[in-house]
């Protein structure tokens, strides 16, 4: 069994909180005093993209833009299908399916939501992937939101993501696998706090926890050390009112820092 100082994860008091986007998956806790940027860029899009419209519709931001190789209107449809398809059928995945096709279609094909099919990597882009530095170079505005939940390899960004964090005042990121990647996980948390504060933590309750009560995933929110600051965080999360479990069906984990 490998410990952990708490310490690398302990929040900071920033000021005040707010939950933007689902109630549960697919919902962050961010600071309300937001940087004065136009642009989100999000890594992995997934079932849930309330985060990205909630701040369009706060006016918080102009517009976002997704990266994500994994989905496309082909593989919504194949999964709608999967459901029909399977010994175990069940009306209620597959009218869950159905509602998240209709929503990408909505969103990314009449409304025009950017979305761009590419894999996020840290080698050299091609046809089929790129990179952080490639992206920021896409983006015409000096500074942007950047939030990254691609399921493991988050991890190959730490570098990019110090290398330009002039340009990304606000981080939200999500790390999978804390054990099986204790070491790594730890050095990329000392690199991030280097240049940032760690605004919020949560952990994401569809994992369970190491051994010595780690869990295994958790969704962090940086602000940038020029903008944000402030006394650690004493007492115990999630916050009620503010935090919410990802999975309802479970209880969230409970994490307390002394």
Known sequence: ???????????????????????????????????????????????????????LNRGCIHEFCFFDHTVSISGLLNR????????????????????????????????????????????????????????????????????????????????????IANRVPLLIIEFHDTESNRELFEKSMGKLLEIYVNCHVHANNYESRAQEGLPLALEFTFGRKDLYGGQPFVGSLPIHGLDSPSSASRIDHVMLFS
Request: hydrophobic share 40%; with cysteine.
């Open 80 to 163: 709608a299908w999967s459901r029909i398809t399977t010994r175990k059928f069940s009306l209620s995945a597959l009218s869950f399916r159905l509602i998240i096709l209709t929503r990408y279609r909505i969103d990314f094909k009449l409304k025009r939501f950017k979305h761009i099919p590419k894999k996020v990597t840290a080698r050299e882009s091609d046809s089929r992937n790129t990179n952080l530095f490639e992206v920021a170079e896409s983006i015409l505005t000096k500074e942007f939101i950047l939030k990254i939940d691609i399921e493991g390899s988050e991890y190959l960004l730490i570098d990019q993501i110090c290398s």
């Open 1 to 55: 069994m490998v410990l952990m100082d708490l310490e690398l994860i302990r929040p900071r008091l920033v000021g005040e909180m707010q939950r933007v986007g689902s109630k549960h998956d697919g919902g962050y806790v961010v600071p309300k005093h937001l940087p004065p940027v136009s642009t989100l860029v999000s890594f992995g899009l997934g079932d849930d993209w309330a985060f990205e419209k909630d701040l």
